[in-house]
């Protein structure tokens, strides 16, 4: 496409090549008559030679970056679609052989564990004035754990003029992340619904992002921890006959269908679909904060500019959305500290090496279980000693729990909340070690 590029002017090469012609000499007698040249157009052959290479040079250089940027903007998405199955834990798609979310992680990227905050919700306080949703849900959205009252979510970063939707098959828990779609469906008339309602919207729209949020898998997890003491499923979300498989099979299939209307409708190819969920589950069922099965969930990348068949170990919930507006060309909502990163190893551009960096929800999480579980004591201690309770007063003031993530960006980075906490425990483990 390009050859008029590679062809630097070549008309004494050509004259001298005829004169050879003529003679009758073939290729020796070419070379004689270079090496009998005069000085001069000994020079000009030279110049000449320089100039050819140097076309070709540029010309190589020009068709490798005109081909980048024609293989960049094919594989650029033209839509983001954040598709959650609420409590699907990290094992879930191996275990229960959930096939559809099984083929879409080999046609894509899979991180077998994807860290999220602790999933509390508290329901009155400084987070309830702010937020219906349960605390991992707004940071997904904004991809920090810094979050303030004037932090904005991935929907508000589009421009006014792209279609956004949010399909979620729950009436009430995630009013406070609808601001701002053009078009959405809450209700509790189940997770078949709310598919039915996505595909119609994507028929009728040229939609730039959508989230769907699929209830029932949390739900059915619930009932393990709360159902009857007789039932193979009381306690064990793998037992026999268990809500939770169900609802998780159902997932799977209804996930199947919609990526199949997207490849009906033509929409598939450019499509970046991730697939993941808001929280874990506890093999007990629920998800207690406590609990490690409910901070770790699966996280899949498939589609446009994605690389096939990656499998990495670890990444955090607020990595999601960095990555999906990298992906999309727009500026994530959140940046600097406390927000997440974005995930290059995904791109079927690069090399595919993950970047090695520090797993600070891991790390967090553990602090904080470590916290819950010395301040039973500790509450037990400050009963019986009011000296004791000052004490417990103050720490509780000063670490960043749960109770107090509305307050975590007081912290100024992920470090320094770390190192709070950490001199917060230390503190609290020398005090009950004491008679």
């Not at 509390?120 to 987070?127: D, E, I, V």
């Not at 959405?184 to 730039?208: F, P, Q, R, T």
């Not at 769907?212 to 026999?240: D, R, V, Y």
Request: hydrophobic share 40%.
């Amino acid at each position: 496409m390009f050859a008029w590029m590679l062809s630097p002017p070549v008309l004494a090469v050509a004259e001298a090549k005829s004169a050879d012609d003529t003679r009758g000499g073939g290729l020796r007698k070419g070379k004689e008559a270079l090496i009998n040249r005069s000085p001069l157009q000994e020079e000009i052959m030279k110049c000449l030679a320089y100039s050819r290479f140097v076309y070709m040079l540029l010309g190589m250089v020009l068709v490798l970056f005109l081909d980048g940027a024609v293989y960049a903007q094919a594989a650029k998405p033209s839509r983001a679609i954040l598709f959650v199955i609420d409590g699907l834990r990290s094992e879930a798609p191996e275990r229960l052989g959930l096939k559809n979310i099984q083929r879409l992680a080999k046609q894509g990227t899979l991180y077998r564990k994807a860290y999220l905050v602790m999933p509390a919700h508290p329901k009155s306080g400084a987070w309830a004035e702010m937020h219906t949703a349960s605390i991992p849900n707004p940071v997904m959205l904004s991809g920090t754990l810094l979050i303030r009252r004037q932090t904005r979510l991935v929907q508000e970063m589009f421009d006014n003029k792209a279609f956004t939707a949010h399909l979620a098959s729950t009436r009430n828990a995630y009013r406070s992340v609808n601001r701002r779609f053009n078009f959405s469906y809450m209700d509790s008339n189940g997770d078949e619904s709310a598919i039915d309602w996505a595909i119609a919207v994507m028929e009728k729209e040229d939609v730039a992002f959508m989230r769907i949020h699929l209830q029932a898998t949390g739900s059915a997890g619930k009932l393990s921890a709360s159902g009857q003491a007789n039932l193979p499923w009381k306690n064990n979300i793998w037992g026999e006959g268990s809500p939770y498989i169900e609802k998780a099979k159902r997932a799977d299939e209804l996930l199947g269908k919609f990526v199949q209307s997207l490849e009906d409708m033509g929409k598939w190819e450019d499509t970046l679909l991730i697939v993941t969920a808001d929280h874990g589950q506890a093999d007990e069922g629920n998800h207690p904060m406590d609990n490690e099965g409910s901070w770790i969930t699966p996280l899949i990348f498939v589609g446009a500019g994605i690389a096939r068949g990656r499998v990495y170990e670890y990444a955090e919930h607020i990595d999601i959305i960095p990555t999906l507006c990298h992906m999309m060309g727009i500026e994530p909502p959140s940046s600097g500290p406390g927000a997440g990163t974005v995930l290059e190893e995904i791109k079927e551009s690069n090399p595919g090496t993950a970047k090695s960096r520090r797993q600070f929800l891991r790390e967090i999480n553990e602090d904080l279980k470590h916290y819950y579980d010395l301040l039973e004591s500790a509450e037990h201690r400050a009963m019986k000693d009011a000296e004791f309770r000052q004490q417990l007063d103050q720490w509780q003031a000063e670490i960043y729990s749960m109770e107090r993530f509305s307050a975590w960006h007081k912290a100024g980075s992920l470090s320094r909340l770390i190192e709070t906490n950490r001199r917060v425990l230390r503190n609290m483990q020398a005090a009950l070690s004491m008679p």
